[in-house]
């Protein structure tokens, strides 16, 4: 069995999505002592975790990308690939200045780039440090009325691997909301498909062809997520999903 993270924000007003930029270091030094960190399709071993960042904000460019670097660490970045610009000229104080909730209103992500932008995401790639998936086009729950999932799915992928020249084989489930038809055409289309779920995962397959993430947001302690009590509770979550047959 082996944890695969997932984070969102550093250094956000929106606290239950974020984490400090300390705490996030003291975190991943922690990993960097004990664990061996994977990109999809990786060998896993004894000691293998998988960290997931969502959404490609700014604030992993510029918190986290160095700390991976720092500490030899790898990261999958989810990217919605609408929200994605060339390059910026914005100042870092700029693009970390907006709330949380006024990311994604109107034009804000062309006014205050607060995204990642397609050269820093090359610049990741070419570090080997961090791979790309997408997080759908427009991150959307893909359970709404009127979702074209084949544009969010499969759409998201061509433009990605167009703009970076690069092949994404993973895709990381927007709110982790699914149903079938989505869960198909992901599957269809990537080799790797996450959700959300405070489970473990046996193998690269998952469980019921979905790999599940266990929450690293809102971190007390930078060993919080590997304590005894929560890696129990993970375990048994696990093995009731194995039980039952089910994603």
């Known amino acids: 069995m082996f944890s695969v993270i997932m984070y969102h924000h550093i250094n956000s007003d929106d606290l239950p999505l974020s984490n400090s930029d300390t705490m996030m270091e003291a975190h991943l030094a922690y990993i960097a002592e004990r664990y061996t960190t994977l990109f999809p399709g990786d060998e896993i071993n004894k000691n293998s975790i998988c960290l997931t960042f969502d959404d490609a904000y700014y604030d992993f460019y510029h ?8 500490y030899n660490l790898k990261a999958l970045l989810a990217v919605p690939s609408v929200y994605i610009l060339e390059d910026t000229d914005l100042k870092s104080e700029q693009r970390l200045s907006l709330k949380h909730h006024e990311i994604y209103d109107g034009d804000n992500y062309k006014t205050y780039a607060p995204f990642c932008t397609y050269t820093e ?19 959307v729950n893909l359970c709404d009325g009127g979702i074209d999932l084949e544009q969010e799915i499969f759409g998201s992928k061509v433009i990605l691997e167009e703009r970076l020249g690069y092949r994404v084989e993973s895709f990381v ?75």
């Open 121 to 139: 995401l090359r610049e990741m790639i070419q570090s080997t440090h961090v791979v790309i998936a997408s997080h759908s086009m427009h991150h």
């Open 173 to 247: 489930l927007p709110y982790g909301k699914y149903n079938d038809a989505a869960v198909a055409l992901a599957r269809e289309h990537y080799s790797y498909v996450f959700r959300i779920g405070n489970a473990l995962n046996p193998s690269w397959e998952g469980i019921g062809n979905l790999i599940y993430r266990v929450k690293g947001d809102g971190l007390k302690t930078p060993d919080e997520l590997f304590k005894l009590f929560k890696q129990f509770g993970y375990w048994f979550k696990t093995m009731i999903k194995i039980l039952k047959g089910s994603r």
């Open 63 to 70: 918190y986290v990308f160095p700390l991976l670097k720092k």
